[in-house]
């Protein structure tokens, strides 16, 4: 379509050109005195070498908005490339992540592991300490019976010792006897105190343990709260980071397109007002004068109305009629410029 438009664009330079060339010749035909015929040859060389000047000049336009477009594609693949370069990045952040979260969930559960191997360990050492305190409480049970059955020999021995003269000895071996039972009884009292002392210490530990489990749990879960916020905080700037600078990268797309589109809509714009000259019946009345017109396009181009608004009455109505005289005008098919050209406002001045 712009190599079209660009052939276009020659060919109306050569045209202005040869009017331009012809104008001079006929100015200074009507100014000057009458020469002398001169050779047709002459004549048409001036002519060939305008043209070549001419194109020459269109040559070096179409050079330059080739050049243009060169650039401008440069620019719009170094814009994708930085997208492209961003999305990586992106996805090797979100992956670093994955993987540290990953080595986190494994640390954890080996923690868990641990901790549920030590709680094992405790409910084992709880049901030995329980066995050994029924075992103390069924010997204590015999301590106690024996000891009702002393008792009870005793006082047997006390009854007897009265009739026979063996009392005194069996007063004096229930005196030893009581005298064993009283070191008996301050040893098991010491042996029941410092079976308690231990029972005490034991307890004392299972109690510091369970409050520095209990603390270590507390410390894990923090430690937790804090590593998601971090990771959380991360993620959230990452991403904020990412999206800005795809709203950059997006917004000068956006600023190229539509510099794109309005250069493409001045095209047409010169187009149609060419169309509109060239069917367009001028007089020196229109001279220096001008009108302003809306026209409306189907998307091929089909001219639907045209109104006049300010301008020269003269103009005005030739410049209507030039537009329903041609009835379809150049339309682009790009559906951006397309839509900017369904209606058009134009300063129309003929050119005489």
Do not use: W
């Amino acid at each position: 379509m712009k190599d079209n438009q660009s052939k276009y664009s020659v060919a109306i330079i050569i045209s202005v050109g040869l009017h331009v060339v012809l104008l001079v010749l006929l100015g200074l035909s009507a100014t000057s005195t009458p020469l002398k015929p001169q050779p047709k040859v002459k004549t048409i060389q001036a002519v060939v070498v305008s043209e070549q000047a001419v194109k020459q000049h269109a040559d070096r336009i179409k050079r330059t908005e080739q050049e243009k477009r060169r650039k401008e594609q440069q620019r719009l693949q170094q814009a994708e490339d930085r997208i492209k370069k961003l999305n990586q990045e992106r996805r090797q952040k979100e992956a670093a992540i994955a993987k540290a979260k990953n080595q986190q969930l494994k640390a954890e559960q080996a923690t868990k592991r641990a901790e549920t191997k030590r709680a094992e360990k405790e409910v084992e050492r709880k049901l030995a300490e329980a066995a050994a305190v029924k075992a103390e409480q069924h010997r204590l049970k015999k301590v106690e019976e024996r000891k009702k059955a002393e008792a009870a020999t005793k006082k047997a021995e006390q009854a007897a010792a009265a009739a026979d003269k063996k009392r005194k000895a069996a007063e004096e071996k229930e005196r030893k006897r009581q005298a064993a039972v009283v070191a008996e009884n301050k040893r098991k009292k010491a042996e029941e105190a410092k079976q308690e002392r231990k029972r005490q210490e034991a307890e004392k530990k299972r109690v510091v343990e369970q409050k520095r489990k209990a603390a270590e749990k507390e410390r894990q879960r923090l430690a937790k709260v804090e590593r998601d916020k971090q990771e959380r905080l991360m993620q959230e700037q990452i991403e904020a980071e990412f999206a800005s600078e795809l709203e950059s990268e997006i917004q000068q797309l956006d600023a190229v397109r539509q510099q794109e589109v309005l250069s493409e809509v001045d095209k047409y714009q010169a187009r149609i007002q060419s169309s509109i000259q060239r069917n367009m019946l001028t007089s020196d009345a229109m001279k220096g004068k001008s009108c302003a017109l809306n026209i409306r396009l189907s998307d091929s181009g089909l001219v639907l109305s045209v109104t006049s608004g300010k301008g020269d009455s003269i103009v005005c109505r030739a410049g209507v009629n030039a537009v329903n005289k041609v009835g379809s005008l150049p339309m682009s098919t790009d559906p951006d410029v397309a839509s900017k050209l369904k209606n058009i406002n134009l300063i129309f001045r003929p050119e005489i």
